[in-house]
Nanobody
Framework: QVQLVESGGGLVQAGGSLRLSCAAS????????MGWFRQAPGKEREFVSG????????YYTDSVKGRFSISRDNAKNTVYLQMNSLKPEDTAVYYC???????????????????WGQGTQVTVSS
């Protein structure tokens, strides 16, 4: 069992930055690939970024490439999402997820993630 708690969301102006954190409980954090998803009002949840168990591989959806960066600190059981050059269309609830993927794998499929956090709101004003 893994419990995930996100933090770092908030209100920011367009062009600004935020860093989201996701703290995981349990001793098996390193066994999970981690992902960030988001859901805007009236829209389906979408994949944002993912990172493999050891942090070797990362993957981003096209709309955030070059602006967002995912990383993990396995010693702290924490995964981060650094978000720069934020746009109003990035406004959403952001969710952290943990999935039992293969060591070098990163999945963009929400069905491959077993545990989810409660979400943190990110609002980007124009």
């Amino acid at each position: 069992q893994v419990q995930l708690v996100e933090s770092g969301g908030g209100l920011v102006q367009a062009g600004g930055s935020l860093r989201l954190s996701c703290a995981a409980s349990g001793r098996t954090f390193t066994s999970y690939g981690m992902g960030w998803f988001r859901q805007a009002p009236g829209k389906e949840r979408e994949f944002v970024s993912g990172i493999s168990q050891g942090g070797v591989r990362t993957y981003y959806t096209d709309s955030v490439k070059g602006r967002f960066s995912i990383s993990r600190d396995n010693a702290k059981n924490t995964v981060y999402l650094q978000m720069n050059s934020l746009k109003p269309e990035d406004t959403a609830v952001y969710y952290c997820a943990a999935g039992g993927t293969a060591y070098y794998s990163v999945s963009s499929n929400a069905d491959h993630y077993d545990y989810w956090g409660q979400g943190t709101q990110v609002t980007v004003s124009s």
